[in-house]
Structures are given as C-alpha cells and as structure tokens.
C-alpha cells in the first residue's frame, strides 16, 4: 500500500515554488527552512502533484523546474482576500495564525535560519504576488508627472507625522491617544499621568520621519540611512546610548516567541549587508517595502527598535517614488505581531503580507482624502521649497522683525533666483511668515520656544 502523502508537506511545497515564478528546482526547494524532506520523498512529492495537476514540470535533470498551477491552489494570486466574518485572512494567513496561536509550550523552538535570506533572489522571488503588486501601485500612485523624490510626502507632512508616529508606537504598545500625539508633536507638550519613554518614543518617531521626507533624495538602503534611522528612533530609550545606530555585538531575546535571534556578531553584520544589498536591488518598490518589514525584524541587527526601524524603513522606496507613504492606520497590534511570529517561527510571510496589503490599502484611503483636501500643489513652491523653508527657518530662528525679514529675503532671492522669480519669492516668503502657527511649525523644522520668541518680535 502506497504512503499517504500529508496534505501540509504538499500544501508547503506548493508555498515554496509560488515563490519562484520562473520555476523551482528541487535543489531551491532543499535549501528552504520550511521543509526537512530527504531528496527521493520530496521527488515523490513533486510528481504527486504533477499528476493532480496543481504543479506543472519543464526540463529535465537538472534543467527540470516545476512550476505553480494557480488554478489547483488554496489562493489565486488574483483573486482576494477572504473574509472570515470580520477578517481578511487568506488561508494561508489562516494556517499561520492557527499555528502561532498555540501555547508556546507547544511550539518548537527555532534559532536563525540563514537559508530563509539566501533562498530569496531579487527580482526573481517574490514575497508579493504580481497581482498584489500592480493593485498596491494603482492605488498609491499620486501622479504621473515626474517630481523630485519627497515631493507628495511633504505636501501633508503634518499628517504624517502624526499619523505614523501614533500608529507606529501604538503597535509597541504606546498608550498615547491620536489626541495625545498630535499635541505632543504640534505644540512639544507631553501627556499627563503618560510614562516619559512613551513621550520620548512618539518624538523619536517625529524626528525619523523627518528626516525621511527632508532626506528623500539621498535616503536608501544602505547603513548610513539604516543605522542613522535606529540612531534616531531610539535616541534617549537604551541603557547604553552608544549602541544607537550600532549593530549588536551581543545576543537579545523576544519574549513570546520559541524564536532565538543569531547571536554570532559576525554573521550579524554580515546578513545585515546582504538584507540590505537584496533590497536595494529589488526593483518593485512594494516588495522592497516588504522585504525589510520581513528580514530586518528577523535578523534583529539592533540590541533593540528593530521593528519600528523596519516599519519606518518600508516608507523609503515609497517615499523616494512619490507613492502614498505606509502609516500602518487600522492595523490590530494582534495581527502585526502574528505576522512577525510567523517569520520568526514559522519562515511563512503570508500572515504579514496579508496585514501589510490591508495597511497599505487604508493608508492610500487615508491620504487620497487628505490631498483632496490639499488641492494641487504650486509649481513655484515645489521647486524653491528648500530655499523657503531654509529662510523662514533662518528668520525665526534669528528673531527678525518685519523690515528685517524683508531684507534678508531680498538677499536670498538675488543669490538664488532668476531676476524673474524673485518678488513671487520675497512675497511667498512673506506669506509664509504671517501663515506660522504652532500647528505648522514642524515643516520648517522650528521648535515651539522658537516661534514663541519670535512672534513677540514680529508682532
């Protein structure tokens, strides 16, 4: 009598091969964490479901690839997420949160598994179907005109800022309210009766974002931008404040997971090196997105903030596309942790693309309401907006009075502008400076103690 073949050890096989569009050999398929199966098993396997066909073979030796017959599987790639009374798990999704929910007593302990990084080829494995892709770029795309990197995130920076650094902290546990945040990061005022590492994490998230959208054409994923994100994401939150932008030389756990992050120091910077090489040759700025949201929690470079790092991380290739950025609205703290768990236990991402195609969707919801509102952007502004921002700032911060801000205007335009442009410049600066407000403030990057002073000379 033949062996009855376990409906999971099919089910992950075929998980495996969606990952390689153009085909997996056997070879891609041992090198996966996800199966243990001998060679002679998992050929049986294979032509098992050649002969049901749900997979289908090319080649032969080792030219033979088998590839993913979407019309045999549990999810299309096409079709949508399904609704499980107020969810939108797909079955996949499903399984993993089935498994992670167990107690942890009844889960396996597992340690770093490298081969999960290596078996990822840029542009020729995909986390993300193709569908998913193109729906997520349809949504986020803002316009089809060609603008400097940045352009669409400043125009409702205000927003962002608050929207990012809530939900973001929200999802480590931050008991600030939407209120409480948008206080915090509007007029510097922290909440009563809150713990001062909240205060000091939601600023944190501030002073990240920031420096992303200010940044937008020379951020990427390399370690200047990495370490420099974790640098400010935990300024002012680890014992030692001189592992801020460092990889960890030292071993970390995570409570609530059987999971043991690499403790090698070695073998840390040198996977933190290949994350990074792989995303920045990742061409899909939705995959690259959600290629760091996967592998840096996984490998864990920092002693600590590795998550918040990977979410503010995601935003760059959407940022530096002029894409609708990723503020993570709506999304269950359950639900993103679950889709970590899945990594981290299980090597399985479809828990967490599940809950990244769900935020990205509500994001894109959020801020195509929020352009609206804004209308369409002054040509003008978006070319000089450095030079404005950097000589209203230069005004506040040097307490001029109305004459003396005219003045110096009139300097700044006859060095960097066109003899054409300069009154619209000197009367938008002037615009500028009557429009100041604490609730505006941060875009010229000036602090509430600095407009205070200075209103009492203007006035």
């Known amino acids: 009598m033949p062996l009855k073949i376990s409906k999971h050890q099919l089910s992950a096989i075929l998980d495996i091969v969606r990952l390689f569009p153009n085909g997996a050999a056997i070879r891609d398929l041992l090198e996966s964490p996800a ?9 049986r396997h294979l032509e098992h479901l050649v002969s049901e066909g749900r997979l289908e073979a090319k080649g032969v030796a080792r030219a033979r690839r088998y590839l993913i017959l979407e019309s045999a599987t549990s999810l299309k790639e ?5 609704a499980r009374g107020n969810e939108w798990l797909s079955t996949e999704a499903d399984r993993i949160r089935d498994s992670i929910l167990r107690p942890l007593a009844q889960r396996t302990p597992v340690g770093y598994r490298g081969a999960f990084l290596d078996a990822y080829h840029p542009n020729k494995t995909f986390y993300l179907p193709n569908s998913m892709r193109s729906d997520l770029a349809r949504l986020g795309q803002v316009s089809f005109e060609e603008l400097p990197p940045g352009t669409y995130v400043r125009q409702f920076l205000n927003r962002l800022l608050i929207d990012l650094s809530w939900n973001s902290s929200r999802l480590e546990g ?24 909240e205060t000091q994490m939601i600023l944190n998230h501030k002073a990240a974002i920031e420096m992303l959208a200010e940044q937008a054409d020379g951020i990427g994923f390399n370690r200047h931008t990495i370490c420099n994100i974790h ?7 680890l014992p030692n404040p001189a592992t801020c932008g460092l990889i960890r030389s030292r071993p970390v756990g995570i409570s609530g997971t ?42 864990q470079p920092f002693e600590d903030v590795n998550k918040r790092v990977s979410r503010l991380a995601a935003n760059i290739p959407l940022i530096r596309r002029n894409l609708c950025p990723l503020s993570f609205i709506d999304v269950d ?25 769900f935020a990205y969707r509500r994001s894109c919801a959020r801020y195509s309401a929020v352009r609206q509102s804004l209308g369409t952007p002054d040509p003008f502004r978006l070319k000089y ?11 506040v911060q040097k307490t ?60």
Not at 35 to 43: D, E, G, N, V
Not at 174 to 197: D, F, M, R, V, W
Not at 342 to 357: A, M, Q, W
Not at 385 to 395: H, Q
Request: hydrophobic fraction near 40%; proline fraction near 5%.
């Open 35 to 43: 199966l243990s199966t001998p060679k002679r098993t998992l050929q």
């Open 258 to 299: 059987v999971f043991h992050p690499l403790a090698a120091p070695q073998m840390i910077e040198e996977n933190f090196d290949i994350i990074l090489q792989k995303a920045q040759a990742i061409q899909d700025p939705f995959e690259q997105a959600f290629f760091v949201m996967v592998q840096l929690p996984y490998l």
């Open 231 to 237: 640098a400010l994401l935990s300024d002012n939150l």
């Open 78 to 82: 096409d079709s949508p997420l399904m």
């Open 385 to 395: 907006r450095a030079s404005i921002s950097e000589t209203v700032r230069e005004i």
């Open 174 to 197: 931050n008991t600030y309210s939407l209120l409480e945040t948008q206080h915090l990061i509007e007029c510097g005022e922290g909440a009563e009766g809150k713990p001062p590492e």
């Open 400 to 459: 001029m009075t109305k004459s003396g801000a005219l003045a110096f205007s009139n300097q700044v335009a006859a060095k960097k502008l066109p003899e054409s442009e300069r009154t619209k410049f000197v009367g938008t600066i002037e615009m500028e400076l009557n429009g100041l407000h604490l609730g505006n403030i941060v875009r010229h990057r000036l602090r509430p103690s600095e407009f205070e002073i200075w209103k009492g000379a203007w006035q």
């Open 333 to 357: 703290q359950k639900d993103y942790i679950g889709g970590l768990l899945g990594i981290y236990e299980l090597n399985r991402f479809e828990y967490l693309r599940d809950v990244f195609d």
